[in-house]
């Protein structure tokens, strides 16, 4: 039941902060707007305000929002102007491009609050959060929330610093000083060998909790570097460098039962749809018809031309992009469900 609510709750965040992008942007520069629905189906709940109704409908597994102007067909009498396709193109490009855009920013907003509540990673530290069962730093007495100050006689500033000393040692007898609440304190541990021929003690870093400017700028620099990587990944795949591995929505909920039953499963929900709001984003730009940046790209042609792709042509374009995206859904939850099984 808990993996149901998780999985409803992390997909209708990070739809809602797609489509409130559109919506946003759309409003900023004077579109009207016709509804804001979550999900797809018939209406669970309708809350009419001004000139939009906001839609709380049965499938929980999309959104939209429903802007005048964007059907070709529709009279707008006199809220003419006020149609999507009377916008100035970047108005346009705008609109579209927040969507995306809010799937960054919620992830940003999900690792600031991480590095907030448990901390930043890679802020230079040598405290110890914990040390593993039967592992040498435990066996020899060194404690959860100790201080390593020295390895040896020599002064350790940084946890890169102690892995270092650490894994260049394995087998090795070493004098490890720590600071536990004050106290000055000494340990003789030997490193064991791991299979890479490295030392280690079986300790982990404590993360530094940070402030929310310092969480912000870090929260921005993860997802640049999250990006790169899954652009990356997905190069090499194409390529055939590495194999492709898609997965899909049955994907996402096993991994989100996976994350709700681990102990620090608040933490990793958090990291989870991080991750998929930024793949959500990137995907989404994708000039794939029927997609964000497949729209884009229309209106870039059409600035560049000087008048619009005839619309029925590229309405069919699009539509038959979005059958593709079925069929490729269809096909990636069906090795899902065979991998799951087998």
Do not use: C
Not at 60 to 71: K, N, S
């Amino acid at each position: 039941m808990f993996t149901f609510i998780a999985s409803v709750v992390i997909f209708g965040v990070l739809i809602f902060f797609h489509e409130l992008g559109h919506f946003a942007v759309a409003k900023l520069v004077g579109i009207k707007v016709h509804e804001f629905s979550l999900g797809f189906g018939p209406k669970i709940l309708s809350l009419p305000r001004g000139e939009t109704a906001y839609n709380l409908r049965a499938i929980p597994l999309g959104g939209f929002v429903r802007m005048a102007g964007m059907d070709p067909g529709e009279t707008l009498g006199e809220d003419e102007d006020r149609g999507f396709n009377k916008k100035p193109v970047l108005h346009r490009v705008g609109v579209i491009f927040a969507g995306p855009l809010m799937n960054f920013v919620l992830a940003i907003i999900l690792l600031a609050i991480i590095f907030m509540s448990f901390g930043l990673p890679d802020v230079p530290t040598t405290r110890v959060q914990d040390t593993l069962e039967g592992k040498p730093a435990q066996m020899a007495g060194i404690r959860s929330g100790d201080v390593i100050t020295e390895i040896s006689g020599k002064k350790i500033e940084n946890w890169d610093q102690l892995s270092k000393t650490v894994g260049e040692n394995p087998g090795r007898s070493l004098d490890i000083t720590v600071d536990r609440n004050g106290e000055r304190m000494n340990f003789r541990v030997v490193p064991y060998q791991d299979d890479k021929g490295l030392g280690k003690i079986g300790i982990h870093p404590a993360p530094k909790k940070v402030g929310p400017i310092i969480a912000l700028i870090s929260g921005t620099k993860y997802i640049f570097l999250m990006s790169f990587q899954i652009m990356e990944y997905l190069g090499k795949g194409i390529v055939g460098l590495v194999p492709l591995e898609l997965g899909g929505p049955v994907r996402i909920v096993a991994t989100i039962s996976e994350a709700v039953r681990s102990t620090s499963w608040f933490i990793n929900l958090m990291s989870l749809s991080a991750f998929l709001s930024v793949s959500l984003g990137l995907f989404n730009l994708f000039p794939i018809p029927a997609l964000d940046g497949s729209r884009i790209l229309f209106l870039l042609i059409e600035k560049l031309r000087g008048k619009p792709v005839e619309p029925q042509r590229e309405n069919f374009i699009h539509m038959v992009g979005f059958g593709l995206l079925l069929m490729l859904i269809v096909v990636i939850t069906y090795n899902d469900v065979l991998q799951l099984i087998m």
